[in-house]
């Protein structure tokens, strides 16, 4: 046999492997990129056997997974039992450690736990001596302000489908308000989300007169220094649950915090002609604003 005849042989060989490859990705809807189809092409045999191989194995699941797995939850359970004794002591007492390794290594257990629980912490930490921590404390924080940023893109593609579906309204609104209440957001920053927020309530409102959404409001107003504004949502919620003692405790605390005592006077003179149901608490904290007011 000549060298040619080899050629031929070899060749032919070549392009039925490829047939034969085309008809069981087709078949099994299988798809390749260009550039994995380009060297199928170019490399005789070895190409689409090595092709068909990765097509075959597609989608199953490789025989020590398993054995991987049970590994990988053996060892962080290790890690889990280890630092429960070791190194679980308060994130405040670990920022006061003086060996630099081991406070980032406790911060990082910790806050890799739930950085939003430790957030008044990690707002600290950014401006600690040591970079790596700080360094950390900062990652943290942007990290958790990306999450709320791609929530909030969503709930606002969400309510641009249903413009008139009050849960999405009240969806969007919440999250926009623990965001704004987070402390993530600092100066103009801050103002612009409240200002979102302010819009977002007006809308929602204008469906269906929320309590939830009422309180909401109030604070927003406070926030945005806007007095009257923040006395006729909380006039409006007693309106709403006017045996309650929220709407009632919420009034007496805009009030409070816009130093308005004819107001107050006002307020607390209306409510002695009430029936309102308080609790133990709602008691102490009239208490509270009535010595305020003395």
Not at 21 to 49: M, N
Request: proline share 3%.
């Amino acid at each position: 046999m000549t060298d040619l005849d080899l050629a031929i042989l070899l060749i032919t060989a070549h392009e039925l492997l490829c047939a034969a490859l085309l008809f069981t990705v087709r078949r099994e809807k299988r798809f390749f990129l260009i550039s994995h189809a380009l060297w199928i092409l170019l490399i005789p045999v070895f190409g689409p056997i090595a092709a068909y191989a990765l097509v075959r194995a597609y989608g199953r699941t490789p025989p020590d997974a398993g054995w991987f797995t049970q590994q990988e939850d053996k060892h962080r359970l290790n890690i889990v039992a280890r630092n429960s004794i070791d190194l679980t002591v308060p994130l405040e007492e670990a920022l006061l450690i003086n060996d630099p390794q081991k406070r980032r290594n406790i911060m990082m257990n910790i806050l890799r736990s739930d950085p939003m629980r430790y957030l008044d912490l990690l707002l600290i930490a950014r401006f600690n001596d040591d970079t790596e921590t700080a360094h950390y404390a900062t990652a943290s924080i942007m990290e958790l302000q990306r999450h709320f940023q791609l929530e909030l893109q969503q709930l606002q593609l969400e309510l641009e489908k249903r413009p008139k579906e009050m849960a999405a309204h009240r969806r969007y609104v919440e999250h926009l308000s623990r965001y704004c209440e987070s402390g993530l957001l600092e100066g103009q920053l801050l103002r612009r989300q409240q200002l979102l927020l302010e819009q977002a309530l007006r809308n929602a409102l204008s469906i269906e007169t929320d309590a939830a959404l009422l309180r909401i409001k109030v604070s927003n107003c406070l926030a945005l220094r806007q007095a009257e504004e923040a006395k006729n949502a909380a006039h409006m919620l007693i309106r709403l649950q006017p045996m309650e003692e929220g709407p009632w405790l919420e009034a007496m605390r805009v009030y409070a915090e816009t130093h308005d005592q004819e107001g107050m006077r006002a307020l607390l003179k209306r409510m002695e002609a009430e029936q309102i149901d308080f609790t133990g608490a709602g008691r102490e904290h009239l208490l509270f604003f009535r010595g305020l007011q003395a």
